[in-house]
């Protein structure tokens, strides 16, 4: 599905060049969830934005590759990457109203990542829209569609932005620490519908995130990142029960225990 090898990102600073990862690589098989974990400032952000040509003008990837579809994301056009954004991979960022248009309605929001990738008349656009927040359990579809992103509340503009997503059906999801800005009684409801939205069938799952339970929990694979660097990755029943490199260790120890058991974890997988 997704092949990442020897991806090395630099940004430019006033003291010169910053390597912000090096040289990592990690696979998203088919049908798979596979969690990044690690702290904030390892580089799992960046990662993301390498691969998806996401990254801000200060920063750029220096080498590595990114094979998703027989073509290389890190080496593809802008026309191509558009193509691929949106409509062959799903993208879940951290910030809903960051990723929402504050002057837009809703609706019109829909329609423009629909009408980026096929032609389809107003009706149709928002039929889909409608069913597609139906299935991320907005309610009041009709009335959030009219509406604006400073109208939602936080877990709902989240909900909205995973919709968009969906939109086109994606083969693959990225979801960048999803529930970030959200409140904690609402975290859990976000993880659990987009795990609904991969489940089954051939699609799979990209979840960065700082949380090891989550990771546990929704994720068949696991890739440590350390500063910029990925230090271990494998299957999570043996990365969490017998972690091989100390720093995976070091964050396992400092959460409660959990049953790290493959049957504990929502399956994502097939």
């Given amino acids: 599905m997704l092949t990442v090898s020897g991806l ?10 910053v390597r912000a990862i090096d ?23 960046v990662t993301i934005r390498s691969v998806l040509g996401l990254l801000p003008g200060y920063g750029r990837v220096i080498g590595g590759r990114a094979e998703f579809e027989g073509h290389d994301l890190i080496t593809a056009s802008r026309k191509r990457l558009r193509h ?3 409509n062959r991979i799903g993208f879940v960022a951290q910030n809903p109203f960051g990723a929402l248009n504050p002057v837009l309605r809703i609706e019109k929001q829909f329609a423009n990542v629909v009408r980026a990738h096929r032609r389809m008349g ?18 009041s579809p009709e009335r959030v569609l009219r509406g604006y992103a400073h109208e939602l509340s936080g877990g709902m503009a989240q909900r909205v932005v995973i919709a968009l997503a969906m939109l086109h ?51 068949a694979r696991v890739v440590v990142m350390r500063s910029g660097e990925v230090v ?39």
């Avoid at 990592?24 to 904030?40: D, K, M, N, R, S």
């Avoid at 107003?122 to 309610?139: C, G, H, I, K, T």
């Avoid at 994606?170 to 009684?185: F, G, N, Q």
């Avoid at 070091?250 to 994502?268: C, D, F, G, Y």
Wanted: charged share 20%; proline share 8%; glycine share 10%.
């Fill in 8 to 17: 090395t990102t630099e940004f430019r600073t006033r003291k010169g060049p």
């Fill in 232 to 270: 271990e990755q494998g299957a999570v029943a043996d990365v969490f029960t017998d972690p091989q490199h100390p720093y995976t260790r070091k964050l396992l120890a400092a959460v409660p225990p959990a049953p790290w058991s493959a049957s504990a974890r929502v399956e994502v997988t097939r």
């Fill in 122 to 139: 107003r009706a149709e656009v928002r039929d889909l829209a409608l069913r597609r927040l139906e299935s991320v359990q907005v309610p």
């Fill in 169 to 219: 059906d994606p083969p693959l999801v990225i979801a960048d620490e999803p529930t970030t800005a959200l409140d904690v009684t609402v975290q859990r409801q976000i993880l659990d519908l987009i795990a609904a939205q991969v489940a089954g069938g051939d699609r799979s799952l990209l979840l960065v995130t700082h949380d090891l339970g989550v990771v546990a929990q929704y994720c």
């Fill in 23 to 45: 040289g990592i690589g990690f696979e998203v098989p088919t049908g798979v969830a596979v969690g990044v974990v690690g702290e904030t400032g390892s580089g799992k952000s």
């Fill in 84 to 86: 691929v954004r949106g």
